[in-house]
Nanobody, 117 residues
């Protein structure tokens, strides 16, 4: 069954904001760290942020992106502010025990974020 479901992608102008959501199954939400990766055209998938007892951000998004979670809804959010064209990518919700090291156990289906200049 589907474990992670993303929503909230879209098209935005540079400097704008978007919020992504990732709804997880109860088991996934309670057992794993949750976070986000992204993959731009022609590039490898890269780590963006993870939340466990601590929060880890990629340098490229620090100060602009904020991750949060709602335990009542088994949902993780990614608030993206001051978006840049280089943030354009498919964003994937991920679950695992060492996301910042690239160790992912579950992937969502991905949601497209496009930032126009």
């Amino acid at each position: 069954q589907v474990q992670l479901v993303e929503s909230g992608g879209g098209l935005v102008q540079a400097g704008g904001s978007l919020r992504l959501s990732c709804a997880a199954s109860g088991r996934i939400f309670s057992m794993y760290d949750l976070g986000w990766f992204r993959q731009a055209p022609g590039k490898e998938r890269e780590f963006v942020v993870a939340i466990s007892r601590s929060i880890y951000y990629a340098d490229s998004v620090k100060g602009r992106f904020t991750i949060s979670r709602d335990s009542a809804k088994n949902t993780v959010y990614l608030q993206m502010n001051s978006l840049k064209p280089e943030d354009t990518a498919v964003y994937y919700c991920a679950a695992g025990n060492r996301l910042s090291s690239g160790r992912v156990d579950y992937w969502g289906q991905g949601t497209q974020v496009t930032v126009s200049s």
